[in-house]
């Protein structure tokens, strides 16, 4: 009797540490930006699923005095908006590499749209590496996953 219940609680233990390293191995969920010229956290962004396709925006800005900052270099209907809640990834495809590309992430500090891929981070899985091209030139930030 001892012996199945040790057994049941091996196995259970081993399903929980299972689930634990599938989940933190998804690049679904929240992550903090730091800034890859000042290493300083810039903003929390919600990166969600939605019909197959990779989406993301901005719940919470890091920065002192920019909590409640309006987009004033965006053009169109982002003009004089809130950051947050504001989309800045938009239906990125996921290829074979595990990689995650497309044509629209959004810069609301410089009001500008990037070319992007965003993929994890192969040696820890709490960084998402996130690159935003422009013609033949880009940058690479790491963001931070963020708990619960």
């Known amino acids: ?13 081993i399903y929980l ?17 730091i800034d890859d010229r000042t290493g300083k956290p810039k903003a929390v962004i919600d990166i969600y ?24 270099k965006c053009d169109g209907e ?17 290829n074979t590499d595990g990689e995650w590309k497309g044509k629209t992430l959004f810069d609301p500090e410089q009001g500008m749209t990037f070319r992007c891929k965003i993929w994890l981070n192969p040696k820890n899985g709490d960084e998402l590496k996130v690159r935003g091209y422009l013609a033949f030139l880009y940058r690479t930030q790491t963001w931070v996953r963020v708990e619960g």
């Open 1 to 13: 009797m001892k012996r199945m219940a040790i057994r049941r609680l091996f196995m259970m233990g």
């Open 17 to 33: 540490f299972s689930y634990y390293v599938a989940s933190s191995q998804s690049v679904f969920g929240k992550w903090k930006t």
């Open 49 to 72: 699923e939605k019909d197959g396709l990779m989406h993301g925006k901005i719940i919470k800005i890091l920065e002192e005095g920019k909590e409640d900052a309006l987009c004033i």
């Open 78 to 94: 982002r003009k004089d908006k809130p950051i947050i809640g504001m989309k800045i990834i938009d239906s990125l495809k996921k």
